[in-house]
Nanobody, 127 residues
Framework: QVQLVESGGGLVQAGASLRLSCAAS????????MGWFRQAPGKERAFVAA????????AYADSVKGRFTLSRDFAKNTVYLQMNSLKPEDTAVYYC????????????????????WGQGTQVTVSS
């Protein structure tokens, strides 16, 4: 079992930055691809970003490309989502997840392929 705990969310103004952390415990996540997803009120959970198990590949939703950066720290068993130039439409609960497999041909990481999920952290961006 892997336990994931997200942190770093909060209330910020448009244009600000936040860094979300996803700390794993129970097992090393070094062999997992990791993804971030978000769910806004009344909307489906949506893919945000993913990083391969060896950090050699990343993928981003079009809506966050150029503004968000995903990285991982193997020593700390943690992944980070740096979010810059935040917009009100980024407001959502953000979740991290592990994935045993992520096809090299897939442009995104499907939520259906994720194994373990965190409880989420709220990000609110005011205009």
């Amino acid at each position: 079992q892997v336990q994931l705990v997200e942190s770093g969310g909060g209330l910020v103004q448009a244009g600000a930055s936040l860094r979300l952390s996803c700390a794993a415990s129970g097992r090393s996540i070094s062999n997992y691809a990791m993804g971030w997803f978000r769910q806004a009120p009344g909307k489906e959970r949506a893919f945000v970003a993913a990083i391969s198990w060896n950090a050699g590949r990343t993928a981003y939703a079009d809506s966050v490309k150029g503004r968000f950066t995903l990285s991982r720290d193997f020593a700390k068993n943690t992944v980070y989502l740096q979010m810059n130039s935040l917009k009100p439409e980024d407001t959502a609960v953000y979740y991290c997840a592990t994935a045993t497999r992520w096809s090299p041909l897939a442009p995104a990481l499907p939520a259906s392929q994720c194994d373990f999920w965190g409880q989420g952290t709220q990000v609110t961006v005011s205009s």
